[in-house]
């Protein structure tokens, strides 16, 4: 196996894996790791609507009684989208970049990881993977299964790398700590249809959804916290679905997001929206995605930052910004800390990596890896 991650990049992205990732893409994983001495558990969990979704725990175990160090992933990426430059799953060398889909979000990660490992003995100490197929979905049945699966079999780490495309306008320049919890409310405001031209007979709901809407819209969550940047609730959809131009409709909905920081809970924030809509005659359905965590700056995040100054000569901003991650659910096992590529393309067409940052990302997660594995 080659311990070049531009050339295990490249054998990932080849691999079509819109979320939820299954199959050939495992299969590539699989056979990167074995030969490194990593037993490979792979499972399905989950039915549909949210399932079946593939995953893979893949274990080295070092002596009795060593440290476990666990760098976790994803091998799902989002849909590539029209007006690409070359084929999205048909990895391309260009000048000093590398094409395609997951390039940066984040199979070149999982890729530098992989790479380092070929010089990491297994002495040091146990070494797992936590890679799901589907992070960029509901995520109900990908690291939560996981998660289980390594209670099950009593492999839990003591720390845990998210190697998700952390820095921004260079490598290294961000780490994330922490995160805000997510949360998506369904606002429904029922009414009483009826002939535009006699409204005493009918009851219209859009007036008091509006209302709803900018009494939420006003709201002042929060200015922030130590760690955090402000809570902030915005409105993601609106929706009658009245073809009529006479019909004063039934039935009119709105849906909110709300990203928060560590002075509230999902719970709170439901509780408080479900009061502002019944207020108007409306009803709230919620679904919590996660909690706002940190782990607060320590050991952990100094020997990353450690790691990072030595390759690169860079002291990473510890943040917390950005959207939810799988290092939500992680974080209920052992400290977690997120490091990795650039993120200027995550998501867009023509999605790049520098090569020469997959090499420098390489040394850096080795750097990581065994000072965690020394304690």
């Known amino acids: 196996m080659s311990a070049d991650p531009v050339v295990l990049t490249e054998r990932l992205i080849d691999c079509p894996s819109v979320t939820p990732a299954t199959g050939s893409v495992f299969d590539t994983l699989e056979a990167m790791v074995a030969p490194l001495g990593f037993t490979v558990h792979r499972f399905i969990a989950g039915e549909a609507p949210d399932g079946p979704v ?11 009684g060593s440290r476990h160090f ?23 060398r260009r000048g000093e970049l590398l094409y395609g889909r997951g390039a940066v979000d984040m199979k070149g990660a999982i890729a530098a990881f992989v790479a380092a490992l070929a010089d990491i003995p ?5 070494i797992s993977l936590v890679i799901t197929g589907d992070e960029e979905g509901p995520a109900r049945y990908g690291t939560v ?28 320049d961000m780490m994330k700590i922490g995160r805000r919890g997510s949360v998506n409310i369904w606002l429904t405001v029922d009414g009483a249809q009826g002939h535009v031209a006699y409204p005493h007979l009918a009851d219209n709901p859009i007036p008091r959804l509006v209302a709803m809407l900018a009494e939420l819209d006003a709201l002042v969550l929060d200015e922030g916290s130590e760690w955090f940047q402000p809570s902030n609730l915005e409105v993601t959809d609106l929706a009658v ?27 709170s924030l439901v509780d408080r929206v479900s009061a502002i809509a019944a207020r108007h005659g409306g009803t709230a359905e919620a679904v919590i995605s996660g909690e706002s965590f940190i782990t607060l700056p320590g050991a952990f995040s100094t020997l990353i930052a450690q790691a990072v100054e030595a ?14 991650s799988d290092a939500r659910f992680l974080r209920a096992l052992c400290p977690v800390v997120e490091f990795g590529l650039c993120n200027a393309t995550m998501h867009k067409k023509d999605e790049a990596v520098a090569m020469e940052d997959l090499h420098v990302l390489t040394r850096i997660y080795r750097r990581v890896a065994l000072a965690a594995l020394a304690g």
């Open 70 to 92: 666990a760098f976790a992933g994803h091998l799902d990426v989002v849909p590539p989208g029209q007006g690409w430059s070359s084929a999205p799953f048909n990895a391309e």
């Open 241 to 267: 679905g009245n073809p009529a131009t006479n019909v004063i409709p039934a039935q009119a909905r709105a849906r909110l997001s709300i990203r928060f920081n560590d002075r509230h809970t999902g719970q």
């Open 311 to 324: 390759e690169t000569g860079v002291t990473p901003e510890l943040s917390t910004t950005g959207g939810t």
């Open 145 to 172: 299964a996981l998660i289980e699966h390594m209670r099950t079999i009593g492999a839990l780490p003591d720390l845990c790398l998210v190697g998700e495309p952390t820095s921004v306008n260079r490598l290294g």
């Open 122 to 126: 297994a002495e040091a100490g146990t």
């Open 54 to 64: 593939e995953n893979l725990f893949a274990v080295r175990q070092g002596p009795a």
